[in-house]
């Protein structure tokens, strides 16, 4: 399965563009099966150079999905698939760079439709996409936008695979690498699912090395015992077994591993730990001016959200900035002497200038902030469970996480009674707190129910 992928960026320095349009064709080597196009809102501002050669203007991109919105379908989109473009390089960086942001790690395969050109068709006068196209007779519409580069570099992949007499790309001359874990800790990693949960490193003394989760146990571990950074040399030296547990929610995956980590302090996790202080959101009212929200780490405050990466951290505030029309001046996300870019384009109301009300500005950050804790004092919160029909289910009483369970029919927790009898009580803490109520609040408060007492 192939995914063709084009991409264009906001421009500027390497590390520091942001995708602007986006067109995936899911392509099983006879039809496309399905496709995804979309411009992106960068969050900044685009080079005048790609407006010019793109026709992409600020103001289109003001209303689009950011790309967190998106990075979903587009997992989904490229699941089990090859990526393939026309100097596929820069595409693929452009997406691991915008999942980076968000704490993931997106990798794939890929195929360079630009390097098979000439190797199977030699001799051309150019190999950029408008002229080789042009000069194979392949029709491109929409030049330099990212549905219409798509469209060309299939029809070009496609003319290039029937040209592939001796199986050039079949034999996947020219992809990445692929990591491999070596022969001797194959054994390790066999039968690992891959599902959501969390997986244990255990050392020949039966000791808890290391403990981590993932979406995908397998996909995980195995990248640990493939890569050759310190921390993974320090785990293959270590590891005699592993274990696993599926949770089927990645919510209970995060809380569990807070609490198993506290639990057994597996030497490799709290070296680890120590140099990875979380990054907070904070609250910093104001009685005569306006609040600000910022980010920071290791201040004496408690943060009203935590992230484990500032880049997601900033990625939220962005968000939220925006959402809720407030300032990314006060926000101290945009360097400004005058007024910000948010303004201009209609989005903050003025009050990096002082124009608007700082009571009716101070609102809005106050309705962020009360969105921030929990939504009713008892309540039970559900998120996926480990099989088709079943959910994981998460009580919250007086205010507190007291304990999770699974259910498959809705009447297991109606009401107190019934979910005292599954709940597996749950020693709780903070950090645990925080992980709650961010899910609450990243979900829209979806999949919250009352119960009867």
Not at 9 to 23: F, N
Not at 340 to 351: H, L, T, V
Not at 414 to 427: A, L
Request: aromatic share 12%; net charge positive.
């Amino acid at each position: 399965m192939f995914a063709i992928l084009d991409i264009e960026a906001t421009g500027g320095k390497v590390g520091e563009e942001s995708i602007i349009d986006i067109a995936i064709f899911r392509y099983d080597g006879q039809t496309t099966v399905d496709q995804f196009i979309s411009l992106v809102n960068p969050m900044r501002k685009i080079d005048p150079f790609v407006q010019k050669l793109t026709n992409i203007t600020d103001k289109m991109v003001l209303t689009a999905p950011k790309f967190h919105e998106i990075a979903k379908r587009i997992v989904e989109i490229t699941e089990d698939c090859i990526l393939v473009g026309h100097n596929v390089k820069f595409d693929y960086r452009m997406l691991r760079q915008e999942f980076k942001k968000l704490g993931y790690d997106y990798e794939k395969d890929w195929i360079d439709t630009f390097e098979f050109a000439q190797k199977l068709i030699p001799n051309m006068e150019s190999y950029s996409l408008g002229k080789l196209t042009n000069a194979l007779g392949i029709p491109i519409t929409d030049r330099h936008r990212a549905s219409g580069d798509a469209r060309a570099t299939l029809k070009l992949f496609q003319l290039l695979r029937d040209k592939d007499s001796e199986k050039i790309i079949q034999k996947k001359s020219g992809l990445r690498t692929e990591k491999k874990v070596k022969e001797k800790y194959q054994k390790l990693l066999e039968n690992l699912p891959t599902k959501t949960g969390l997986f244990y490193f255990y050392n020949r003394l039966d000791d808890i090395i290391f403990i981590g989760r993932s979406s995908n146990i397998a996909y995980r571990v195995n990248r640990y015992f493939s890569s050759k950074n310190f921390e993974s040399s320090k785990i293959k030296r270590y590891t005699k077994y592993i274990t696993y547990e599926v949770t089927g929610s990645e919510l209970l995956a995060e809380i569990k591993e807070v609490h198993e980590i506290n639990l057994n302090q597996p030497f490799l996790n709290i070296k680890i730990i120590k140099s990875k202080t979380p990054y907070g959101l904070y609250f910093i009212p104001s009685k005569r001016s306006y609040h600000r929200l910022e980010i920071g780490k290791g201040r004496k405050a408690e943060p009203i959200l935590t992230f484990a990466r500032k880049e997601t951290a900033l990625e939220f505030l962005q968000k939220v900035t925006l959402e809720y029309n407030l300032c990314p001046k006060i926000n101290l996300l945009q360097p400004s002497s005058a007024s910000c870019f948010s303004y201009e384009m209609g989005q903050c109301k003025g009050a990096c200038i002082r124009k608007e009300n700082p009571k009716t500005y101070n609102e809005r950050v106050e309705a962020l902030v009360n969105r921030t804790n929990y939504p009713t004092e008892t309540f039970i919160l559900s998120d996926k469970g480990r099989k088709t029909g079943e959910h994981a289910f998460f009580f919250i009483d007086q205010g507190k996480f007291v304990g999770y369970g699974y259910y498959e029919l809705h009447h297991q927790i109606k009401n107190r009674e019934r979910i005292m009898k599954i709940v597996n009580p749950f020693d709780t803490n903070p950090t645990i707190e925080l992980l709650i109520k961010k899910f609450i609040f990243l979900n829209k408060q979806e999949g919250i129910y009352s119960i009867e007492e």
